[in-house]
T-cell receptor, first 113, second 115 residues
Framework: GNSVTQMEGPVTLSEEAFLTINCTYT??????LFWYVQYPGEGLQLLLK?????DKGSNKGFEATYRKETTSFHLEKGSVQVSDSAVYFC????????????FGRGTSLIVHP | DSGVTQTPKHLITATGQRVTLRCSPR?????VYWYQQSLDQGLQFLIQ???????AKGNILERFSAQQFPDLHSELNLSSLELGDSALYFC??????????????FGPGTRLTVT
């Protein structure tokens, strides 16, 4: 079946540090890939997405590139802010057969001033 | 604001009881998804409805059921509640139901506490 594996958190950084959150997936075909963010007490919000190999999704300074050869979709940001503190979820949407979306366990990011 | 509404925001009930959670999708969205989020299990997909019909089923217990009504709002019914059912229940919606690229828009969640 499909699966998404994210690095375990929490990830603790100082403001303006570089962020990488690793995400790898297992799926047949060509799934779409997503990053969602969940701020404390809120639901998940779509952060960015990529629908085919080598696509780069970007939003609010965050980027992730769909790498088919390494089945990865790592999230990066060049300079994090305290307001980026949240839980980040990597997810995939399958390309056929089962319509069941698959989410990673989430990675908590804590940014200190 | 995602445009997805969920009621109630909080629910406290006793073991053995039955509750109904309600979700209204974004205007124009035909798909509704239900998820359970707990500390030990993470975000678990429960069930999806598309335009009134069940489209996909995930890790949904037999004690749980859902439906989507003609006006596209959805209800998740949880019965014979157990302590382990305490969790955040999220509803999400998307415009389509069978394509790979439809992102989901999440509601604020219903926090269920079973005592």
């Amino acid at each position: 079946g499909n699966s998404v594996t994210q690095m375990e958190g929490p990830v603790t950084l100082s403001e303006e540090a570089f962020l990488t959150i690793n995400c790898t997936y297992t799926a047949t075909g060509y799934p779409s890939l997503f990053w969602y963010v969940q701020y404390p007490g809120e639901g998940l919000q779509l952060l960015l997405k990529a629908t085919k190999a080598d696509d780069k999704g970007s939003n609010k300074g965050f980027e992730a590139t769909y790498r088919k050869e390494t089945t990865s979709f790592h999230l990066e940001k060049g300079s994090v802010q305290v307001s980026d503190s949240a839980v980040y979820f990597c997810a995939l949407s399958p390309s056929g057969g089962s319509y069941i979306p698959t989410f990673g366990r989430g990675t908590s990011l804590i940014v200190h001033p | 604001d995602s445009g997805v509404t969920q009621t109630p925001k909080h629910l406290i009930t006793a073991t053995g009881q039955r509750v109904t959670l309600r979700c209204s999708p974004r205007s124009g969205d035909l798909s509704v998804y239900w998820y359970q989020q707990s500390l030990d299990q993470g975000l678990q997909f429960l069930i999806q409805y598309y335009n009134g019909e069940e489209r996909a089923k995930g890790n949904i217990l037999e004690r749980f059921s859902a439906q989507q009504f003609p006006d596209l709002h959805s209800e998740l019914n949880l019965s014979s509640l157990e302590l382990g059912d305490s969790a955040l229940y999220f509803c999400a919606s998307s415009v389509g139901g069978g394509s790979t690229s439809y992102e989901q828009y999440f509601g604020p969640g219903t926090r269920l506490t079973v005592t």
